[in-house]
């Protein structure tokens, strides 16, 4: 079945960085195009990243320039490379896979039933 298994979250501080990993399973990792969705307390989800099975990417406005997304298909691992991070990036990360047009999404408010799956959350708390 499909597992999608992130870690690296932490707490740091404004301007520090972290990566974000996500270990993937149970499906041709490399055939699909993989999404960053983060949602903070009483807010929204957005989808800040994704990355197309070519390696084509997309970020959203809020994080152009400082995250970087990318993918490992010898490991079957998706990143999230943040920087100058800032408090109001605090959130918890999601790594998700299966949407039927996950480009559109980046930058928006996603539902939980545009994506098939989804990973249990990694906390990233800025302060």
């Known amino acids: 079945h499909v597992q999608l298994v992130e870690s690296g979250g932490g707490l740091v501080q404004p301007g520090g960085s972290l990566r974000l990993s996500c270990a993937a399973s149970g499906f041709t990792f490399s055939s699909y195009a993989m999404s960053w969705v983060r949602q903070a307390p009483g807010k929204s989800r957005e989808a800040v990243a994704q990355?197309?099975?070519?390696?084509?990417?997309l970020v959203g406005d809020s994080v152009k320039g400082r995250f970087t997304i990318s993918h490992d298909n010898a490991k079957n691992t998706l990143y999230l490379q943040m920087d100058s991070l800032k408090p109001e990036d605090t959130a918890m990360y999601y790594c998700a896979a299966g949407s039927l047009d996950p480009a559109c999404l980046v930058g928006r408010h996603p539902q939980r039933t545009d994506f098939g799956f989804w990973g249990q959350g990694t906390q990233v708390t800025v302060s």
């Open positions: 990355i197309d099975a070519d390696g084509s990417k």
